[in-house]
């Protein structure tokens, strides 16, 4: 271990995170086949209600316990606006702990991030990274030119405001992308700066299989970062055209879910 890693868990540790109620949303399968629990990790602004439309239900009917976390500020979590990168990781380590057996992290948007932050605290049986925000100066370049309004203002502190075009395909009615649109909320600013340049991931404990997937029609996360994300982890993405950045939202939310547990299922019987 290096001197810098200890530095720096020597903080944590003398410096522990603030303690927070954290809201969790579960579906359970009828019959427990011992299969490994899911826990869903929301982007920022998302809370654990965008798992619980479809995702949720949907990976018990196939015989997944299947749980969501909204982490602190978010959803129905404890108001926490000065919410850090670190404690976002640590509300996913401790939910995660909690559960009955080793669990598949599952982490969306900037949620992936916070995943990748946990997977060096929490040894998880396995990890997916849902059209992951990593963070850096391209992404933001990005969000600049096709949001500007909404986006200007979360560098300065203020909230992040993605759009209907961001996150939703066509595919999916008007009404239904307003009323998901309206539930949005914000994160942290302090957590929205350290997509510019927060700490660097660690590599994970255990070396679990990541499986990263996306779409290369998201306006939210470039192709090229979505193809940099997967050879972090000695992958290609899974790609889905068509669909916007919330997977688990749009029209054809059924695709990803089951090509997601598809790929447990035969991590499960090559173990």
Avoid: C
């Avoid at 992290?105 to 605290?121: M, Y």
């Avoid at 350290?194 to 660097?200: D, K, Q, V, Y």
């Amino acid at each position: 271990m290096s001197s810098e890693l200890r530095i720096m868990r020597g903080r944590e540790w003398s410096r522990p995170v603030r303690a927070a109620r954290r809201e969790v949303l579960s579906a359970s399968p009828e019959l427990d086949e011992g299969r490994p629990p899911l826990l869903f990790v929301p982007g920022f602004g998302h809370g654990a209600w965008a798992f619980a439309e479809h995702w949720l239900g949907h990976a018990a009917s196939r015989g997944f316990p299947a749980h969501a976390v909204s982490l602190r500020g978010h959803g129905g979590s404890e108001p926490a606006p000065e919410a850090t990168l670190r404690a976002y990781a640590h509300d996913v380590v401790q939910v995660a702990a909690g559960l009955p057996r080793q669990t598949v992290l599952v982490g969306h948007g900037a949620g992936a991030l916070v995943v990748a932050h946990a997977l060096a605290r929490y040894p998880a049986r396995a990890a997916v990274l849902v059209a992951p925000v990593f963070g850096g100066w391209g992404v933001l370049g990005t969000a600049l030119r096709r949001n500007p309004a909404g986006t200007l203002p979360a560098a300065f502190g203020g909230p992040l405001r993605l759009s209907r075009a961001q996150l939703f395909s066509r595919e999916l009615p008007d009404a239904q992308a307003r009323q998901y649109v309206g539930r949005l909320g914000r994160a942290g600013r302090r957590a929205q700066w350290s997509l510019l340049g927060g700490p660097a991931v660690e590599p994970a404990v255990g070396a679990p299989p990541v499986l990263v997937l996306g779409s290369p029609d998201d306006r939210v996360v470039p192709a090229s970062a979505l193809t940099r994300v997967a050879r972090r982890y000695g992958s290609a993405p899974l790609l889905f055209p068509g669909m916007g950045h919330d997977l688990m939202l749009d029209a054809r939310w059924s695709e990803p879910i089951d090509a997601i547990l598809d790929w447990l299922e035969k991590e499960s019987a090559a173990r």
